[in-house]
């Protein structure tokens, strides 16, 4: 598969278990992804209108998946990357919706999933944006 065809997708997730095991099963599947374990990190590396889609883990020390995601959007202007976050907690959606108004966070994928379960819902995730 060409390169300038795959879709990007950024990684940011506390535990680096997880972050390689969705970098080599997605990019078994077609994606190019880059990972990161220190959300801060990831926000100082960010680009703009670079990546496709992002997943967020929600629960992270220093920032959480919900904080990043808030300065992430300040750094990217046109939002066009869709955010989906991951998470092996139970998640009150009502309360995030609530917490983050106008926004449209519907992408929400509980840990732990199954690499190929996992890049189909990332392929209708995009075909959805």
Do not use: W
Not at 21 to 38: A, C, H, I, P, R
Not at 80 to 98: G, N
């Amino acid at each position: 598969m060409d390169f300038s065809s795959k879709k990007k997708v950024l990684i940011v997730d506390d535990e680096p278990d997880v972050t390689e095991t969705f970098k080599l099963g997605l990019e078994q599947n077609g994606f190019s992804v880059d990972t990161y374990n220190d959300p801060e990190i990831a926000l100082s590396n960010f680009k703009s209108d670079f990546y496709d889609i992002m997943l967020l883990d929600i629960k992270m020390p220093k920032m959480n998946g919900f904080e990043l995601y808030e300065k992430i959007r300040k750094k990217d202007g046109s939002a066009k990357t869709k955010i989906c976050f991951i998470t092996a907690y139970e998640v009150y959606y009502q309360s995030l919706r609530e917490q983050f108004p106008g926004t449209e966070i519907e992408c929400y994928i509980k840990k732990p999933i199954q690499i190929n379960d996992l890049a189909k819902r990332l392929h209708a995730e995009l075909a959805e944006h």
